[in-house]
Nanobody
Framework: QVQLVESGGGLVQAGGSLRLSCAASGLTFRNYAAGWFRQAPGKEREFVATINWSGTRTYYPNSVKGRFIISRDNVKNTVYLQMNSLKPEDTAVYYC???????????????WGQGTQVTVSS
């Protein structure tokens, strides 16, 4: 079956960096767009980044633009999220997702990972 497994979360001080990874299996990953979302306690799931199947197009909301970078390696079936200049408001559970149609900022993705916690201390 399809699995998306996130890793790389943890505790970091404000201004620091983390790189999240999402390893995909059970699907032809190069045929799927991918995205990252996050959800903080008591808040709705929020779009963070998306990338097309080939990695040539990306899109970010203003809240993370210039700080976060999404990338992918279709040989390793993995999508990454490099997070720099982290802020306490970036604290959330981060989820990766894959969609067989197109990259998008709405959470209408086909498959989801289980999430990884990112905590940014002030």
């Amino acid at each position: 079956q399809v699995q998306l497994v996130e890793s790389g979360g943890g505790l970091v001080q404000a201004g620091g960096s983390l790189r999240l990874s999402c390893a995909a299996s059970g699907l032809t990953f190069r045929n799927y767009a991918a995205g990252w979302f996050r959800q903080a306690p008591g808040k709705e799931r929020e779009f963070v980044a998306t990338i097309n199947w080939s990695g040539t197009r990306t899109y970010y909301p203003n809240s993370v633009k210039g700080r976060f970078i999404i990338s992918r390696d279709n040989v390793k079936n993995t999508v990454y999220l490099q997070m720099n200049s982290l802020k306490p408001e970036d604290t959330a559970v981060y989820y990766c997702a894959a969609d067989g149609t197109s990259m998008n900022s709405n959470p209408n993705y086909d498959y989801w990972g289980q999430g990884t916690q990112v905590t940014v201390s002030s």
